[in-house]
């Protein structure tokens, strides 16, 4: 076995003990590898061990390996900051955007994906932790945009993503996933239907399971450390 796939065994298990513990079904929690910076022989090697979702975060990047691997096995996730000028490549060859945080980049996602294709699948990034440095539209503002892009007809909005302070300290870590979970439901209160929570990442996910994740983001405890 390789290392990538002993690896996704090991993120696979904790994903079904944290699930256990939270008395949740272990296929309400989907593995997304986060596979940015990473070759697309490493990518190989994951999809060999039966990882389907992907999420990466640089879009020039990305599209070589999506240009490599195709999209017939791999859905594809972007999850990092979007600007403007690369919208059109990530309405071309994605099935799923995680970092939504304002009207303008969904509007433009909704005008250039290709007709024919499904719509594609939305989470509005949210900031949980207050801090500036950090992306995602704040806590009182999620529901007007979630309302505003759940008009847009070739997108689906599906749900919320954060990326939490970060902090090893798992009160803080589930007070921030908390946070995320409730917005969600203020939001579904007012008649949308969300049902994707995009949160927990490698030293986090346990905590992130334990408040409602649907959706981990693995990259480091799949593929090893980055440089
Ligand atoms: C890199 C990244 C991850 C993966 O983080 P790890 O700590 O390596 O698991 C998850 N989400 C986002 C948005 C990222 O940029």
Redesign the pocket.
């Known amino acids: 076995m390789t290392s990538i796939a002993a690896n996704l065994q090991a993120v696979r298990a904790r994903i079904f003990a944290a699930c256990t513990d939270a008395g949740r079904a272990p296929e309400s929690v989907q593995l997304?590898a986060?596979s940015?910076t990473w070759p697309a022989s490493c990518i190989s090697q994951a999809i060999a061990a039966q990882q389907r979702h992907f999420?990466e975060?640089y879009v020039q990047e990305a599209i070589e390996k999506i240009a490599a691997l195709g999209s017939e096995t791999v859905e594809w996730h972007f999850?990092?900051p979007l600007q403007n000028n690369k919208t059109k490549l990530v309405a071309g060859n994605f099935a799923w955007v995680?970092?939504i945080d304002n009207l303008k980049t969904a509007q433009r996602l909704d005008n250039q994906r290709p007709p024919g294709f499904p719509a594609l699948k939305i989470c509005l990034q949210v900031n949980v932790s207050g801090e500036s440095s950090k992306g995602g539209v704040s806590p009182e503002h999620a529901l007007q945009l979630a309302r505003d892009v759940s008009n847009l007809p070739n997108l689906s909005l599906r749900g919320l993503?954060a990326?939490p302070a970060a902090t090893t300290e798992t009160a803080v870590q589930r007070q921030q996933f908390a946070m995320l979970r409730e917005v969600k439901t203020e939001i579904n209160r007012h008649g949308l239907e969300l049902d994707t929570l995009?949160m927990g990442?490698?030293?986090d996910?346990e905590a992130a399971i334990s408040e409602g994740s649907t959706i981990v983001?693995?990259?480091?405890?799949?593929?090893g450390e980055?440089q």
């Open positions: 997304l986060v940015k999420g975060n999850i990092g995680h970092s993503m990326i995009s990442m490698s030293h996910l983001r693995i990259g480091t405890a799949i593929f980055r």
